[in-house]
C-alpha cells in the first residue's frame, strides 16, 4: 500500500521516552543462534483492550506455529492485512542453510506458502547469544506506548551489527525502531503515514488475540529442537477449504518432473476455486508451474519456462 513520508530516522525518539534500554544478561533472557543446535526463544505482543469481536493469533503464537512447521531460527515475523481484509502472518525461518517463507492465516493458522530457498550470505545471523524477540517487543513498545507491534525482524548490518528491525502500530503511523541485539540499546526510530495502521486502529485495535488457535492445536510454547532431523518437518495440516493437503499437492507436481525439486507451494483461490499453485525447478534452466485444484487434485495449469 502507498505510504506517506513525515519525519526521517533521527537519533532521538519523536516519542518522550529513554531512547537508552538497560541490558538484559541473564542467559535465560537470551536468543541463541548456534548452527549446530537450532535454539529460539517466542515473543508476545503487547495485549490490547478487548473491544473488538475479531479473535486472531498472537505474535507469540505466530512464531510458534512458524517452528512448528520449520524447526530452525526465526529471522522474521510479520502481521499483513489483505486488501480483502483477511489477516495473515508472514515468517522467515532459517533451518539448515534453507530459508523458508512461511505465510498462514492469523485467524485460523491454514498455511498459504512455505517457500524454500537458499539464504543469501549477507542475509544470515551470525552465531551469538542476543536478547529475545519477546524483549525487542517490550523494547519497542516502551517507545511507542499503547502500539501494536506489527513487525520483528533480527538481521546483521555493517554499521549496527545484529539488530533487531521492529514496527509498531499507533493511530494512522508506523514507528519504525532499529534496536541493537545484544544489548537492548535503541539505536534510531523514524515514523511515517500507513494505512495499514489506520486500518488496524478503527477495526482491530482492541481485538483478542489468543496464543493458540484451537481447531489447528497449536501450543502456546515452544520447545526447542535439541537434534537435527535429516530433513525438516515442513508437512502442512489439510486445508478446511479443500480436499487435498498441500503435501499432497507437492507430490502430484513432482511426479509431473520426476527430476526436479520443487521450489515453492501456495494455496490461494483463483476465479471462486481453491487452487495450489506449485513451482518446480528442473536443473539449472527449467521451471515448471502447476495449479492444482485443491478439491479433487487434478492438474488445471501447466506451463514451462526456460529461465536464464
Do not use: C
Not at 488475540?209 to 497449536?218: F, Q, Y
Not at 520447545?223 to 502430484?252: C, F, L, N, W, Y
Not at 495450489?276 to 534452466?285: L, R, T
Not at 495449479?291 to 495449469?301: E, H, K, Q, T, Y
Request: no cysteine.
Amino acid at each position: 500500500m502507498k505510504r506517506i513520508k513525515m519525519i526521517s530516522i533521527a537519533a532521538a525518539l519523536v516519542l518522550a521516552v529513554s531512547a537508552s534500554v538497560p541490558a538484559f544478561a541473564a542467559a535465560g533472557d537470551r536468543l541463541v543462534v548456534s548452527y549446530t543446535t537450532n535454539t529460539t526463544t517466542s515473543t508476545t505482543a503487547a495485549p490490547a483492550a478487548q473491544t473488538s469481536s475479531v479473535t486472531f493469533l498472537s505474535m507469540k503464537g505466530a512464531m510458534d506455529l512458524a517452528l512448528k512447521e520449520v524447526p530452525g531460527v526465526l529471522k522474521s515475523i510479520e502481521f499483513d492485512i489483505e486488501d480483502n481484509g483477511s489477516l495473515r502472518y508472514k515468517a522467515e525461518v532459517h533451518y539448515n542453510s534453507k530459508e523458508y517463507d512461511l505465510e498462514f492465516s492469523a485467524t485460523d493458522g491454514t498455511v498459504y506458502q512455505n517457500k524454500q530457498d537458499t539464504i543469501d550470505r549477507d542475509e544470515a545471523i551470525p552465531a551469538g547469544s542476543y536478547i529475545t524477540y519477546e524483549k525487542a517487543a517490550e523494547v519497542a513498545l516502551g517507545q511507542v506506548k499503547g502500539g501494536f507491534v506489527s513487525k520483528l525482524t533480527l538481521e546483521s548490518r555493517w554499521n549496527d551489527g545484529v539488530v533487531y528491525d521492529a514496527e509498531v502500530w499507533l493511530n494512522d503511523a508506523e514507528y519504525t525502531i532499529v534496536i541493537d541485539a545484544d544489548n537492548g540499546t535503541v539505536l534510531r526510530s523514524g515514523w511515517e503515514k500507513e494505512s495499514d495502521a489506520s486500518y488496524y486502529t478503527k477495526n482491530l485495535a482492541g481485538a483478542q488475540t489468543v496464543a493458540t488457535l484451537p481447531d489447528k492445536g497449536t501450543s502456546s510454547t515452544t520447545t526447542p529442537s535439541t537434534s537435527t532431523p535429516s530433513a525438516p518437518q515442513v508437512s502442512k495440516p489439510t486445508q478446511t477449504t479443500g480436499s487435498i493437503t498441500m503435501d499432497k499437492a507437492r507430490e502430484i507436481a513432482q511426479a509431473q518432473v520426476p527430476n526436479g525439486r520443487v521450489t515453492d507451494v501456495e494455496y490461494e483461490y483463483e476465479h471462486g476455486r481453491a487452487v495450489y499453485e506449485v513451482e518446480v525447478k528442473e536443473g539449472y534452466y527449467w521451471e515448471y508451474k502447476f495449479v492444482i485444484d485443491a478439491s479433487n487434485g487434478s492438474i488445471l495449469f501447466t506451463e514451462k519456462e526456460y529461465d536464464d
